[in-house]
Each structure stands twice: as C-alpha cells, then as structure tokens.
C-alpha cells in the first residue's frame, strides 16, 4: 500500500480519481459505432427514376436517412423482407421471406459480402447496401427486369 503524506499528493491524486471516474464515465455512455446508425424500420421503395423511369427497387433504408441503416440478426421488420426478396432475387437464395433475420439470412448474407467485396460480418449497413446488386421492377407489372 502506498502512503500519501503531502496535502499537495493527496489533493492531486483526488484530482485524478475525479477525472478518472468522469472520462471513464463519459466514454462508458458515448454511444458505440452500431448505435450512432439506425436500425430498419421498414423496407422502402425506390423508383430508379435514372435509369429507367418506369422501373423501382426495394431498398432496406431508413426514409430521410439514405446511409444510416442497419439490419442484424435477431431483427424482424419489413426491411428484413426486402432484404430476404433481394437475397432471391437477385443472388439466387430460396429464402423465406418472413422478414425474420434468422441463420439461414445471416449466412446468405455472409456469402453475398464475401462476394462484393465488403466485410463479411453478417451485419446490413451502408457498405453492404452499395456494393450489392438491387432488383429492378416493373412499376406497371411489378415483374422483376432484372438486378444491378
């Protein structure tokens, strides 16, 4: 044990507790990387009004917010289902598209990362959503044209 004999020590060393417990306090509620994004709440649509005007995509996004969105496993929303469709559609899987993003969705996903060329953590977010492929729709039929 170390015995602190100088009021000036004693003062400084309590200084230091206090600035110690208020940083760590500070970094223990700073939000992490995953919260400063938002989880899915629904899958939205896009008309993919560049390339073709009469053709859209479901997109998994949060509406206001193109690049902040989310999905991981344990999540169960609409966005998980036009991830699901995509997954299909597009890759070749023969998910269920129960909007529950369960193993068999996390390792589609994983294969898919692996694929583009992103990190394959399994994880929906921002890199992920622009390195895949999309599926084109009719606005007049709702028949897929086809996936870029």
């Not at 299909?88 to 898919?112: H, M, P, Q, R, W």
Request: charged content about 15%; some cysteine; overall charge positive.
């Amino acid at each position: 044990m170390i015995k602190i004999r100088s009021g000036r020590a004693k003062s400084a060393m309590a200084t230091g507790a206090l600035l110690a417990g208020l940083l760590g306090g500070a970094l223990a509620g700073a939000p992490s990387a995953s919260a400063a994004t938002s989880p899915c709440s629904h899958g939205s649509y896009v008309y993919n009004k560049v390339t073709n005007p009469t053709s859209y995509k479901y997109i998994p996004y949060v509406t206001g917010d193109w690049s902040d969105c989310w999905l991981d496993r344990g999540m169960s929303n609409t966005a998980v289902r036009a991830l699901q469709k995509n997954l299909n559609s597009c890759y070749g899987y023969k998910l269920e598209t129960d909007g529950v993003f369960g193993a068999l969705t996390e390792s589609a996903l994983i294969s898919v990362q692996k694929k583009v060329g992103v990190a394959a953590d399994g994880d929906y977010g921002p890199n992920t959503r622009d390195a895949m492929s999309w599926a084109n729709y009719s606005v007049e039929t709702g028949a897929r044209i086809s996936c870029n």
